[in-house]
């Protein structure tokens, strides 16, 4: 397996977002810690949390990942005052969710594309950043299935 000559990390061949067989389990540990990151606020750690499984998961299962790393740095651009790359994040993020709507490994994706996808309107709308810096940010919601 080839290896990134900068991180040392495998090369996986990049893929359009597609739902995996592993939806239906349970979430690994690492998932786990980045939502939990991810619903403290902890965006950045989120992000590197997140980071490090979604780099070396060759499953399809690895955009779920991505796409929940990437609505959170658009929430933590949105903490630092960056409309722009809220902008970008969130939309890079909601593609990366598409494909595991409704529920993924316990993962209410259909409730955090939703929220994502409001703010992603309202920032494009024109909402200013102290208004939605204002409102709480989504929540990811496990259910019991």
Same mark, same amino acid.
């Given at each position: 397996?080839?290896?990134s000559p900068?991180?040392?990390l495998?090369? *996986?061949?990049?893929?359009? /977002?597609?739902? +995996?067989?592993?939806c &239906?389990g349970? /979430?690994p540990?690492?998932?786990?810690?980045g939502i &939990?990151?991810?619903?403290?606020?902890d965006?950045?750690?989120c992000h590197?949390?997140? $980071?490090?499984v979604?780099?070396?998961e060759?499953?399809? *299962?690895? +955009?779920?990942?991505?796409? *929940?790393?990437?609505?959170?740095?658009?929430?933590?651009?949105?903490?630092?005052? +960056?409309?722009?790359g809220?902008i970008?994040?969130?939309?890079?993020?909601?593609?990366?969710? $598409? /494909?595991?709507?409704?529920?993924?490994?316990?993962?209410?994706? $259909?409730?955090l594309?939703a929220? &994502?996808a409001?703010?992603?309107?309202?920032?494009r709308?024109?909402?200013?950043?102290?208004d939605?810096?204002g409102q709480a940010p989504?929540? *990811?919601?496990?259910?019991?299935?």
């Amino acid at each position: 397996m080839q290896r990134s000559p900068r991180t040392g990390l495998p090369l *996986i061949k990049k893929t359009p /977002p597609r739902r +995996s067989t592993r939806c &239906a389990g349970d /979430p690994p540990e690492a998932l786990l810690a980045g939502i &939990a990151q991810f619903n403290a606020g902890d965006f950045w750690h989120c992000h590197e949390t997140l $980071e490090q499984v979604w780099r070396v998961e060759p499953d399809p *299962i690895r +955009s779920l990942y991505q796409g *929940i790393l990437l609505v959170g740095v658009g929430y933590y651009h949105l903490q630092r005052g +960056s409309a722009r790359g809220a902008i970008a994040k969130l939309a890079q993020g909601l593609q990366c969710l $598409e /494909p595991f709507r409704p529920v993924c490994m316990r993962v209410d994706v $259909e409730m955090l594309a939703a929220a &994502a996808a409001t703010t992603l309107r309202q920032l494009r709308e024109g909402t200013t950043l102290a208004d939605l810096q204002g409102q709480a940010p989504p929540r *990811i919601t496990l259910l019991r299935l």
